[in-house]
């Protein structure tokens, strides 16, 4: 199985909205609802920030929100914040397996 | 709340086997999947596999299958990764993580640095 397909990276400015495509096939993405997506800041461990493709754990900030269309999860990020720079990767669970993206770094111009 | 803390950094000689502990405080531990996932340097998360305690079944990621090893001590709340037959690419950070629902993973441990080098 290979990983899913994230941009390498995308940047913004502080206050603007930004999306991160993660792309897979009809035998992982595209099979169920189990998407979540990490937040991880280098020398720390990820972090959930959605699950199940739109939900938002407590405490996570509702300028996070998850969607899924077809074989390709998105996860936007609005009121980009300095701290939200940091690497986020997708990830799919299905009975096959579970597979994560290869991860997109975001930089807040 | 339920923590998740990890055994300390190793140092391996390639074809040498490794093993990280990862042992759960403050909440339930036998029933959840206990995943493990690595990240080789400037590399991306990758899955190894997972078990759940209660019942010890593995269920291991097919590239590793052969050379990785999952067990799991309900009465210490600790599970176990055993890698084997190690190499260079191996090297990375080991991370344990919870699976709570809807295969989300959301109780992770800090990190185990393990070292492949002659």
């Known amino acids: 199985q290979s990983a899913l397909t994230q941009p390498a990276s995308v940047s913004g400015s502080p206050g603007q909205s930004i999306t991160i495509s993660c792309t897979g096939t009809s035998s992982d993405v595209g099979i169920n609802n189990l998407v979540s997506w990490y937040q991880h800041h280098p020398g720390k461990a990820p972090k959930l920030i959605i699950y199940?493709?739109?939900k938002r754990p407590s405490g996570v900030s509702n300028r996070f929100s998850g969607s899924k269309t077809g074989n390709t999860a998105s996860l936007t990020i609005s009121g980009l914040e300095a701290e939200d720079e940091a690497d986020y990767f997708c990830c799919s669970h299905a009975h096959s397996g579970t597979l994560f993206g290869g991860g997109t770094k975001v930089t807040v111009l | 709340q339920v923590q998740l803390v990890q055994s300390g950094a190793e140092v391996k000689n390639p074809g040498s086997s490794v093993k990280v502990s990862c042992t759960a405080s403050g909440g339930t531990f036998s029933i959840y999947t206990i995943n493990w996932v690595r990240q080789a340097p400037g590399q991306g998360l990758e899955w190894l596999g997972g078990?759940?305690?209660?019942?010890?079944?593995?269920n291991y990621a097919q590239r590793f299958q052969g050379r990785v090893t999952f067990n799991a001590d309900a009465s210490t709340s600790t599970a176990y990764m055993d890698l084997s037959s190690l190499r260079s690419e191996d090297t990375a950070v080991y991370y344990c993580?919870?699976?709570?629902?809807?295969?989300?993973?959301?109780?992770w441990g800090q990190g185990t640095t393990v070292t492949v080098s002659s």
């Open positions: 078990i759940i305690p209660l019942l010890g079944t593995p």
């Open positions: 993580a919870r699976m709570g629902g809807g295969g989300a993973m959301d109780v």
């Open positions: 199940e493709g739109s």
